[in-house]
């Protein structure tokens, strides 16, 4: 491919990646300029409450999205979040104090690290269970909702009026984490064996497994990564929210199941690209429909609706796009046989 | 230990023996009073809804799919069945919209996936937000109270026999009959399955008119159980998976399933919850033990692949 | 072989089905009681003591650290003082898991009955009355409600008074605006839109303070405004901005960039909350206030805690405190007037809890606090680790149980619970 075919591609592909997020922009924006007067992104607290909930939206997708393509539903991902920012979040609060390091970065790294090991000790005790991803899932949340409840007096995690938090909140700073995990989850997924594991994984594991991955390890990672993502999520929520409580009665689960939109239509988005960028850019167009509606006034199960509406709508169009495009490509190729045929006839 | 574990009468005879052994421990804890009729009532009341779904739920798992809308449904076909009985003041046909739209809004599930190309689980999830969001806008945070209506229904065995009813129906359509033995098919593998002449699509549809009659009446009971009706759906679709996968099914089907489980895990489920109460185990720590004890049952009577179980859910 | 499977298959339904049917005995609907529960004579304090202790299911709605409180004070406190057990419920949040914890309890063998949750009280009512156990619950009873307090065994509620939270809200609206002026108002309304009589009440007394304070009238009937479902702008003669925000935090996707959406307006310069969300709004509102150059005034009710101590503490970009009025409830008070009639039940004094044969509501006001040195007498009260930080003291019990007042009625005891608390706050 000549360097011009090459930048028609990248531009191509960039321009089908982006269009979605666009699109949405647009009509949010037309959509409240009529309901409310205001348009999408009105005010510079708007771009931060954006900032937060994308950052947010897209860590929580993505930790998600590691073990549910490879066949693992993992229904403890809200718990884990929750238990990452609370207990680590804490234990942030507590470590700044003694050191005098700055609140809002000790508070981050603590969740990001407790969402690791969290995130490791889950993932290798499902290897030396191996029950079924889903019931563990169950399980590990009753389980970790039950210790974010027991520790810190169930105070949860408060934020608001910590001093030194207040960087959590810079769009700078939520920019320069976006640019990290995106860098960093990029790399894994594309330039090291585990990203390439994870991909045959996802075709087979009977098959990878026979071919000397070690499905194991490559799981302990997923698990490991999604923990920390975790914990980076929840720590943003709570900057924005300004207190996490912990919950009880698996009410977590509804996190990892409204997130499933973002999930999906990542995937389609990360077919021009990756699944990162696709997750980041469908995290993007789901905040924006979501500060868009709330805008608009109406009650929140009427919001409700219209999403899950629109994820059906998305979803419709996935199936048609997907037989479409198989159609497509299977007229190419007949297009093809018949050329060879009338060439090798002619020779 | 390996191979007494991986014995396959102990495999299948372990969560009634399980179940047997909770009652005699919490028996023995609590001096006796886990015993009493009392108790033995309410674990049957607090069961007997899970009991009856999973009867019925167990058509859909055998196939591979699983339905988590189940809590949602019923709480959504109750309030369109309150809002029956307010504008009616009739309880027969309160209880037939109920059932009515309870079996339909399950039944939608599989219409779905099949339009949507999706496995159930997605299409049940998708549902279960938008059924969520219906009930809240329908009724919000009040609530329609129907306890005076169904209160006598509720102490008669009328439920007790319908679901006995129900119970002989399932199992016999699931374990001595074709259909049963084509669901099991479709389970363990639906390329084979197709390939012998199953056609895979009706088959889970014709279990999922199983499921979804099992739901309906679930619907009916959760009414006159409760004798209320209010927006908020219960956890029954986690609960539904738990009871299976207690009951000694594997929620991913297969040639190894049976629809008997769930009403052995729904018991289970009960009995431990009222156990740890019984013995005074902190209301903020109940969860806690509650999730370690089932990771270690079902540990204990699940099989254990060489590779690490999983399952495609997205399509 | 097909013998055998045949053999498999009958075994797992003889099993199966005896399983079944051996819960016909147990699905008809009478239990046992619990156990023998109105004394035949009046005990005094030390007979009662005697006794084996009564057990009393206490029913959570919510699980947090405010309730943990309140586990602690009848736990340590109350328990051991006068010969009770509590059992305590995991979260319950709907009349299922509420039905089931109270069958738990009579199994039990509960006397007695403390419900937070409420969810049908009627049922819950009814079943009691079957099984035998006094019933105390933590709600204002509606008007076709009233009728619960002519059951036997129901003891009475306790609560806070809503028109009073209403009213406290209202003086703390006319507080923090001494000396400014009121640009406009943002109410959220919580869940009034679904018949919550507390944030309605404080909705309509809002609503009715601003128009004093502003001299208006509304276009619209104040109820209908309050019990809006969607956000709406109230129409009234001064054209003043007043927009009713429903939803929580808890239940509403978007809730947080909604209201920062609207106070990005710069229209409102006060916010009221009706629920206890404050914590969540705070980042909100401070961020607004920043990007507006202005001061936002917010008004809550609040719980005594850590929220409350972090938000009367800390000062926003305006140098004032980030929460600037809070209407708090009067903590164990409630807690204790939820315990008194049982007691008085369960030692055989009717007068003291019933007259003509019906049940008395125990009343209490709340607090308006709107300074930092107000907010720390508060924080000291309701602290677990110190029995002398409780509201509700023994000596308060001992002034409305029969045990010790032989002669007390209904009426002096709601009097004493009703009595201005401002004295006991310090």
């Given at each position: 491919?000549?360097?011009?075919?090459?930048?028609?591609?990248?531009?191509?592909?960039?321009?089908?990646?982006?269009?979605?997020?666009?699109?949405?922009?647009?009509?949010?924006?037309?959509?409240?300029?009529?309901?409310?007067?205001?348009?999408?992104?009105?005010?510079?607290?708007?771009?931060?409450?954006?900032?937060?909930?994308?950052?947010?939206?897209?860590?929580?997708?993505?930790?998600?999205?590691?073990?549910?393509?490879?066949?693992?539903?993992?229904?403890?991902?809200?718990?884990?979040?929750?238990?990452?920012?609370?207990?680590?979040?804490?234990?942030?609060?507590?470590?700044?104090?003694?050191?005098?390091?700055?609140?809002?970065?000790?508070?981050?790294?603590?969740?990001?690290?407790?969402?690791?090991?969290?995130?490791?000790?889950?993932?290798?005790?499902?290897?030396?269970?191996?029950?079924?991803?889903?019931?563990?899932?169950?399980?590990?949340?009753?389980?970790?909702?039950?210790?974010?409840?027991?520790?810190?007096?169930?105070?949860?995690?408060?934020?608001?009026?910590?001093?030194?938090?207040?960087?959590?909140?810079?769009?700078?700073?939520?920019?320069?984490?976006?640019?990290?995990?995106?860098?960093?989850?990029?790399?894994?997924?594309?330039?090291?064996?585990?990203?390439?594991?994870?991909?045959?994984?996802?075709?087979?594991?009977?098959?990878?497994?026979?071919?000397?991955?070690?499905?194991?390890?490559?799981?302990?990672?997923?698990?490991?990564?999604?923990?920390?993502?975790?914990?980076?999520?929840?720590?943003?929520?709570?900057?924005?929210?300004?207190?996490?409580?912990?919950?009880?009665?698996?009410?977590?689960?509804?996190?990892?199941?409204?997130?499933?939109?973002?999930?999906?239509?990542?995937?389609?988005?990360?077919?021009?690209?990756?699944?990162?960028?696709?997750?980041?850019?469908?995290?993007?167009?789901?905040?924006?429909?979501?500060?868009?509606?709330?805008?608009?006034?109406?009650?929140?199960?009427?919001?409700?609706?219209?999403?899950?509406?629109?994820?059906?709508?998305?979803?419709?169009?996935?199936?048609?796009?997907?037989?479409?495009?198989?159609?497509?490509?299977?007229?190419?190729?007949?297009?093809?046989?018949?050329?060879?045929?009338?060439?090798?006839?002619?020779? | 230990?390996?191979?007494?574990?991986?014995?396959?009468?102990?495999?299948?005879?372990?969560?009634?023996?399980?179940?047997?052994?909770?009652?005699?421990?919490?028996?023995?804890?609590t001096g006796g009073r886990?015993?009493s009729?009392s108790?033995?009532?309410?674990?049957?009341?607090?069961?007997?809804?899970?009991?009856?779904?999973?009867?019925?739920?167990?058509?859909?798992?055998?196939?591979?799919?699983?339905?988590?809308?189940?809590?949602?449904?019923?709480?959504?076909?109750?309030?369109?069945?309150?809002?029956?009985?307010?504008?009616?003041?009739?309880?027969?046909?309160?209880?037939?919209?109920?059932?009515?739209?309870?079996?339909?809004?399950?039944?939608?599930?599989?219409?779905?996936?099949?339009?949507?190309?999706?496995?159930?689980?997605?299409?049940?999830?998708?549902?279960?937000?938008?059924?969520?969001?219906?009930?809240?806008?329908?009724?919000?945070?009040?609530?329609?109270?129907?306890?005076?209506?169904?209160?006598?229904?509720?102490?008669?065995?009328?439920?007790?026999?319908?679901?006995?009813?129900?119970?002989?129906?399932?199992?016999?359509?699931?374990?001595?009959?074709?259909?049963?033995?084509?669901?099991?098919?479709?389970?363990?593998?639906?390329?084979?399955?197709?390939?012998?002449?199953?056609?895979?699509?009706?088959?889970?549809?014709?279990?999922?008119?199983?499921?979804?009659?099992?739901?309906?009446?679930?619907?009916?009971?959760?009414?006159?159980?409760?004798?209320?009706?209010?927006?908020?759906?219960?956890?029954?679709?986690?609960?539904?998976?738990?009871?299976?996968?207690?009951?000694?099914?594997?929620?991913?089907?297969?040639?190894?399933?049976?629809?008997?489980?769930?009403?052995?895990?729904?018991?289970?489920?009960?009995?431990?919850?009222?156990?740890?109460l019984m013995l005074g185990v902190s209301n903020?720590?109940?969860?806690?033990?509650?999730?370690?004890?089932?990771?270690?049952?079902?540990?204990?009577?699940?099989?254990?692949?060489?590779?690490?179980?999983?399952?495609?859910?997205?399509? | 072989?097909?013998?055998?499977?045949?053999?498999?298959?009958?075994?797992?339904?003889?099993?199966?089905?005896?399983?079944?049917?051996?819960?016909?005995?147990?699905?008809?609907?009478?239990?046992d009681g619990g156990a023998e529960s109105t004394a035949a004579e009046q005990l005094t304090y030390d007979e009662w003591m005697e006794e084996e202790p009564a057990v009393i299911g206490v029913c959570f709605?919510?699980?947090?650290?405010?309730y943990n409180g309140y586990k602690s004070f009848l736990e340590n406190y109350i328990g051991p003082q006068y010969n009770l057990d509590f059992i305590f419920s995991?979260?319950?949040?709907?009349?299922?898991?509420?039905?089931?914890f109270l069958?738990s309890c009579s199994a039990q063998g509960a006397v007695g009955f403390i419900d937070f949750?409420?969810?049908?009280?009627?049922?819950?009512?009814?079943?009691c009355?079957?099984l035998g156990i006094y019933l105390s619950v933590q709600?204002?009873?509606?008007?076709?409600?009233?009728?619960?307090?002519?059951?036997d065994y129901f003891a009475g509620a306790a609560?806070?008074?809503?028109?009073?939270?209403?009213?406290?809200?209202?003086?703390?609206?006319?507080?923090?605006?001494?000396?400014?002026?009121?640009?406009?108002?943002?109410?959220?309304?919580?869940?009034?839109?679904?018949?919550?009589?507390?944030?309605?009440?404080?909705?309509?007394?809002?609503?009715?303070?601003?128009?004093?304070?502003?001299?208006?009238?509304?276009?619209?009937?104040?109820?209908?405004?309050?019990?809006?479902?969607?956000?709406?702008?109230?129409?009234?003669?001064?054209?003043?901005?007043?927009?009713?925000?429903?939803?929580?935090?808890?239940?509403?996707?978007?809730?947080?960039?909604?209201?920062?959406?609207?106070?990005?307006?710069?229209?409102?310069?006060?916010?009221?909350?009706?629920?206890?969300?404050?914590?969540?709004?705070?980042?909100?509102?401070?961020?607004?206030?920043?990007?507006?150059?202005?001061?936002?005034?917010?008004?809550?009710?609040?719980?005594?805690?850590?929220?409350?101590?972090?938000?009367?503490?800390?000062?926003?970009?305006?140098?004032?405190?980030?929460?600037?009025?809070?209407?708090?409830?009067?903590g164990t008070w409630i807690i204790g007037g939820l315990v008194v009639p049982l007691l008085n039940a369960l030692t055989g004094y009717q007068d003291a809890y019933k007259t003509?044969?019906?049940s008395a509501?125990y009343?209490?006001?709340?607090?308006?606090?709107?300074?930092?040195?107000?907010?720390?007498?508060?924080?000291?009260?309701d602290v677990p680790e110190d029995p002398s930080s409780w509201v509700m003291q023994t000596s308060n019990m001992e002034e409305m149980l029969g045990m010790y007042h032989q002669d007390i009625t209904r009426e002096e005891i709601c009097e004493y619970f009703?009595?201005?608390?401002?004295?006991l706050?310090?």
């Amino acid at each position: 491919m000549t360097a011009n075919g090459n930048l028609k591609f990248l531009l191509q592909r960039t321009g089908l990646t982006l269009l979605i997020p666009v699109l949405v922009y647009v009509c949010m924006h037309i959509f409240c300029q009529v309901t409310s007067g205001v348009g999408l992104l009105a005010y510079s607290v708007d771009l931060k409450n954006l900032a937060r909930t994308w950052v947010y939206s897209f860590a929580f997708s993505t930790g998600v999205a590691l073990n549910f393509f490879n066949g693992r539903f993992d229904f403890s991902m809200g718990a884990q979040v929750m238990f990452g920012t609370i207990i680590g979040g804490n234990i942030g609060k507590i470590l700044s104090e003694l050191t005098g390091l700055n609140m809002g970065i000790c508070i981050l790294v603590c969740a990001l690290v407790t969402g690791l090991l969290a995130g490791w000790l889950i993932g290798a005790v499902f290897t030396k269970m191996r029950i079924l991803p889903m019931v563990y899932g169950l399980g590990i949340a009753m389980i970790l909702e039950c210790v974010c409840f027991a520790g810190f007096d169930s105070n949860g995690l408060i934020l608001f009026g910590v001093e030194g938090t207040g960087i959590l909140s810079e769009l700078w700073f939520i920019g320069l984490i976006f640019l990290i995990v995106i860098l960093v989850m990029s790399y894994f997924f594309s330039f090291t064996s585990f990203g390439y594991e994870w991909r045959a994984i996802q075709g087979s594991q009977q098959i990878a497994s026979n071919s000397g991955i070690n499905i194991f390890r490559n799981c302990i990672i997923c698990y490991l990564l999604a923990g920390g993502l975790g914990g980076i999520a929840g720590v943003f929520n709570a900057a924005y929210s300004g207190t996490v409580l912990p919950e009880l009665g698996l009410s977590t689960i509804s996190e990892v199941t409204g997130n499933l939109f973002a999930l999906f239509l990542g995937t389609f988005i990360g077919q021009w690209s990756n699944m990162i960028v696709g997750i980041f850019c469908s995290s993007l167009s789901v905040q924006l429909i979501t500060i868009g509606l709330s805008k608009s006034g109406l009650s929140s199960s009427v919001q409700t609706v219209i999403i899950y509406l629109i994820f059906v709508v998305f979803l419709v169009f996935r199936e048609k796009y997907s037989s479409a495009h198989v159609k497509k490509e299977k007229n190419a190729r007949i297009v093809l046989a018949k050329k060879k045929r009338a060439e090798l006839g002619a020779a | 230990m390996k191979k007494v574990l991986s014995n396959r009468w102990l495999q299948m005879a372990f969560p009634l023996l399980l179940l047997i052994l909770c009652v005699i421990i919490f028996s023995a804890l609590t001096g006796g009073r886990f015993l009493s009729q009392s108790n033995i009532s309410a674990i049957y009341e607090q069961g007997l809804i899970v009991a009856i779904s999973a009867v019925g739920i167990a058509f859909i798992y055998t196939t591979g799919n699983i339905d988590m809308s189940v809590g949602s449904i019923i709480m959504l076909a109750g309030i369109m069945g309150g809002r029956t009985w307010e504008t009616t003041d009739s309880t027969a046909l309160m209880f037939l919209v109920t059932f009515a739209a309870g079996a339909v809004m399950l039944y939608l599930n599989n219409v779905l996936s099949a339009v949507l190309g999706l496995r159930t689980v997605m299409a049940a999830i998708l549902m279960m937000n938008i059924y969520n969001a219906v009930g809240a806008e329908l009724l919000g945070a009040e609530s329609i109270s129907i306890y005076r209506a169904v209160r006598d229904i509720g102490k008669s065995n009328a439920r007790l026999y319908i679901a006995l009813l129900l119970f002989i129906v399932c199992l016999v359509a699931f374990h001595l009959t074709r259909l049963g033995r084509e669901l099991r098919f479709t389970g363990g593998n639906e390329r084979c399955a197709a390939t012998v002449g199953i056609n895979n699509k009706k088959i889970i549809a014709v279990g999922y008119l199983f499921a979804a009659a099992a739901v309906g009446i679930a619907c009916v009971f959760t009414l006159i159980r409760n004798g209320n009706i209010s927006s908020v759906a219960s956890s029954m679709g986690s609960d539904l998976m738990l009871a299976t996968v207690l009951g000694g099914m594997s929620i991913f089907g297969g040639h190894k399933s049976n629809c008997y489980s769930g009403v052995i895990g729904a018991f289970t489920v009960v009995i431990l919850s009222n156990g740890l109460l019984m013995l005074g185990v902190s209301n903020t720590l109940i969860q806690g033990v509650r999730g370690v004890l089932f990771l270690v049952i079902v540990y204990l009577s699940s099989e254990h692949p060489d590779t690490l179980p999983s399952r495609n859910q997205f399509s | 072989m097909k013998n055998l499977k045949l053999m498999k298959k009958a075994a797992a339904i003889l099993v199966s089905a005896s399983m079944l049917a051996a819960m016909t005995g147990c699905a008809s609907g009478d239990t046992d009681g619990g156990a023998e529960s109105t004394a035949a004579e009046q005990l005094t304090y030390d007979e009662w003591m005697e006794e084996e202790p009564a057990v009393i299911g206490v029913c959570f709605s919510q699980i947090n650290d405010e309730y943990n409180g309140y586990k602690s004070f009848l736990e340590n406190y109350i328990g051991p003082q006068y010969n009770l057990d509590f059992i305590f419920s995991e979260q319950v949040d709907g009349i299922a898991a509420e039905i089931d914890f109270l069958e738990s309890c009579s199994a039990q063998g509960a006397v007695g009955f403390i419900d937070f949750a409420c969810n049908d009280m009627f049922q819950i009512a009814d079943r009691c009355d079957e099984l035998g156990i006094y019933l105390s619950v933590q709600m204002p009873l509606e008007e076709d409600e009233k009728e619960l307090l002519e059951y036997d065994y129901f003891a009475g509620a306790a609560y806070t008074d809503n028109a009073e939270i209403g009213e406290q809200y209202a003086q703390g609206l006319e507080k923090v605006m001494e000396g400014s002026e009121l640009e406009g108002l943002l109410l959220t309304t919580g869940i009034a839109a679904n018949g919550n009589l507390q944030h309605i009440e404080t909705g309509l007394n809002v609503l009715a303070g601003v128009a004093e304070m502003a001299d208006l009238t509304y276009t619209e009937d104040t109820y209908d405004l309050v019990t809006s479902s969607s956000a709406i702008q109230v129409e009234n003669s001064q054209s003043l901005p007043i927009y009713i925000y429903p939803g929580s935090v808890a239940n509403t996707d978007g809730y947080l960039a909604g209201l920062s959406a609207q106070l990005m307006t710069g229209n409102y310069n006060v916010v009221i909350s009706s629920t206890t969300s404050y914590p969540q709004m705070m980042t909100v509102i401070d961020e607004a206030e920043q990007a507006l150059g202005k001061d936002i005034k917010l008004i809550s009710v609040a719980s005594i805690g850590a929220d409350l101590q972090t938000a009367m503490t800390n000062q926003d970009s305006f140098g004032n405190l980030t929460l600037e009025a809070a209407v708090i409830k009067p903590g164990t008070w409630i807690i204790g007037g939820l315990v008194v009639p049982l007691l008085n039940a369960l030692t055989g004094y009717q007068d003291a809890y019933k007259t003509d044969g019906v049940s008395a509501e125990y009343v209490a006001g709340c607090f308006l606090v709107t300074t930092t040195e107000d907010m720390e007498v508060i924080n000291t009260k309701d602290v677990p680790e110190d029995p002398s930080s409780w509201v509700m003291q023994t000596s308060n019990m001992e002034e409305m149980l029969g045990m010790y007042h032989q002669d007390i009625t209904r009426e002096e005891i709601c009097e004493y619970f009703g009595q201005d608390l401002n004295g006991l706050f310090g």
